[in-house]
């Protein structure tokens, strides 16, 4: 009963901490949220993020593919590696994009649209 209680209060504490936003940053909802304007924005040519979303896609692409650079049959542990590795790459620049398209979404919002006059 006790590891039981201290696994449920573990995963609370975890989602609680996910919904809020590291450092006081979004929330994970809030960046999920923005991956589809992100990609809406860049295709556009708004937003910056041409290249790493690129590579967000590749990355996920190598996960979901049957085929791997390392395979997981003959090499166990160290097929598994090589998708551990591309998954915490992806999840940490999925973080810091979504953290940095609503961080210029947020000062795109306060300038107002319009042309110089001389």
């Known amino acids: 009963m006790g590891k039981t ?3 449920s209060a573990a995963f609370t504490a975890l989602a609680r901490a996910l919904m809020a936003g590291a450092r006081g940053g979004p929330s994970l909802g809030a ?3 923005a991956l589809p304007r992100m990609i809406r ?3 556009r040519g708004e937003y ?12 996920t692409a190598y996960i979901v593919s049957p085929i791997d650079l390392l395979p997981e049959l003959p090499l166990a542990v160290f097929g598994l590696a090589d998708d551990a590795v591309m998954v915490t790459w ?3 620049s999925v973080l810091a994009e ?4 609503l961080e210029w979404e947020a000062r795109r ?3 107002i649209p319009g042309h ?3």
């Not at 910056?48 to 990355?59: E, F, K, N, P, V």
């Not at 979504?98 to 398209?101: D, H, I, L």
């Open 90 to 92: 992806l999840a940490g």
């Open 48 to 59: 910056d993020g041409g290249l790493r979303l690129a590579l967000m896609t590749a990355a």
């Open 5 to 7: 209680l201290k696994r």
């Open 41 to 43: 924005a860049t295709a």
């Open 109 to 111: 919002s306060s300038v």
């Open 31 to 33: 960046r999920l949220a």
């Open 116 to 118: 110089v006059v001389p």
């Open 98 to 101: 979504t953290e940095r398209f």
